[in-house]
């Protein structure tokens, strides 16, 4: 087995550790993400981001319109930051929700992105694990990511954390908005730890 023993097959493998251990963390920061009042104030949800962060968002995409019963969209970073049409940012108080993922923080466009969604009204929540970064600077709120340190590698465990988080997420908003009950919602989160275990 040595042929496969390189940095991304021990990223790979440290995967189910790192899920466990980063649930307890993510899962009592997305109960606080945003309020009771601001969950349902949201009308549309747009996620964002570039890369691995782009790719979890595109895998979570329709589970975020099954659990929240909200029309979701997901938009490539350069897209939002200069193109998105300005009429759909701001069209009510608070909207759309932007969810802007950056693991690292330092992909420019992602900021940029914040910012004109910021500028135009709506409101974005920055997932990152660098609160000084442009994107921390000027979401409307953000869950700070903590991401244990690993060899360089191809981003599996950065996709595998905003994956995790998202669904957590979208488990929250849909328990808030009362699409089931909290069992449910507990149902929901058990899943992802058992899924862990395999």
Partial sequence: MREFDNALCRQVRSLPELLR?????????????????????????????????????????????????????????????RYYDERQLGFAPNNPLVIAISNSGG???????????????????????????????????????????FESAPGARSYLVSVLLLLLLAIRFGEVRGRYTMDQAMAYRDDILVQAAK
Avoid: W
Wanted: overall charge neutral; hydrophobic content about 40%; proline content about 6%.
């Fill in 107 to 149: 992909i420019a466009r992602v900021g940029e992105a914040v910012q004109r969604v910021v500028q135009h009204g709506g409101f974005a929540l920055g997932v990152t694990g660098n609160k000084d970064s442009l994107l921390g600077r000027s979401a409307s709120r953000i869950v700070h990511l903590e991401t244990p340190p």
């Fill in 21 to 81: 251990q980063q649930y307890a963390d993510l899962e009592p920061k997305t109960r606080s993400a945003l309020t009771t009042p601001e969950i349902f104030s949201i009308q549309r949800i747009v996620s964002t981001g570039c890369g691995d962060s782009h790719a979890a968002a595109m895998a979570t995409r329709y589970t975020f319109e099954k659990l929240t019963g909200l029309p979701t969209e997901v938009v490539p970073a350069i897209e939002l930051a």
